[in-house]
């Protein structure tokens, strides 16, 4: 009965189907815990755990197999937009309306970095694939920056703050921006080294192919667009939206 209680006061429910002796379906909810609602949720590497963000000013970290909240990841002072793990899984970022993202260590739930300069929100926040670096994304200033993890140093200020993402071998940056246009980086020098043109309206997201050979840009003008890494040339329109 007591294990009952705990049960229903975490509000984890799990429906169990079972067909010809395996296991069909398996629904866990989370624990009750933010105090508004949620703007992302991630898994770690492993598999083993979830973070999520919300408008109440948090993260929250949670055990996947028990839906345990074991972490409450606290310090931003705005709503918290978006919260990943590192590819390691030992960390955290956070991106938030007060101007900042954040390190926290996973198993400590500490603070370990505050990456500011940004002058308005940001709204995301993600690791390089070596999980040495950090690179924020602020739509308001239409600035994305890369700072080093471990100690929390701006390295690079690029144009562009939809959204920033790095390519998958970690060497280029690739943003979106309010000018139609995409660009990409490189992350060492910081230099643009192509600026992906045709769009006629804001460019909200880009992201690189698995193999980063190819750009994929989605816009307000209602088309998404691929084009070449290496010459920046446009391939192909996507239309129909």
């Known amino acids: 009965m007591k294990k009952l209680i705990q049960l229903l006061y975490l509000f984890i429910f799990i429906n169990v189907s079972f067909g ?14 933010h105090k508004s609602f949620l703007h992302s949720a991630d898994f770690s590497p ?10 109440d000013n948090t993260a929250r970290i949670y055990e996947v197999i028990s839906g345990k909240e074991l972490q409450l990841l606290s310090g931003h002072t705005g709503s918290v937009n978006s919260a990943v ?12 309306d007060d101007n900042t993202a954040r390190i926290y260590e996973v198993i400590s ?6 990456l500011s300069g940004h002058s308005d929100w940001v709204n995301s926040a993600v690791f390089s694939p070596d999980g040495k670096l950090a690179l924020t994304a602020s739509n308001n200033d239409n600035i994305s920056r890369i700072f080093d993890v471990s100690t929390g140093q701006e390295l690079q200020k690029l ?10 071998d970690g ?13 990409i980086y490189g992350v060492t020098s910081g ?6 043109s045709g769009h006629s309206d804001w460019v909200n997201s880009a992201v690189f192919s698995p193999d980063g050979k190819l750009a994929l840009t989605a816009s ?11 010459s920046g040339n446009e391939l192909q329109v996507l239309r129909g939206h």
């Open 20 to 33: 010809q002796s395996s296991l069909d379906s398996l629904r866990l909810v989370l624990p009750e815990g």
């Open 191 to 196: 230099n643009a080294l192509q600026v992906l």
């Open 46 to 55: 492993d598999g083993k755990l979830v973070v999520t963000s919300s408008a």
């Open 220 to 230: 307000n003008d209602n088309t998404a667009r691929i084009y070449e890494v290496i």
């Open 85 to 96: 793990f590192s590819p390691n899984g030992k960390l955290v970022i956070t991106a938030s």
């Open 171 to 183: 060497k280029l940056v690739i943003t979106a921006s309010d000018d139609n246009t995409a660009r």
């Open 159 to 168: 144009d562009g703050g939809n959204s920033a993402v790095f390519s998958p």
């Open 109 to 114: 739930g500490n603070t370990l970095q505050v």
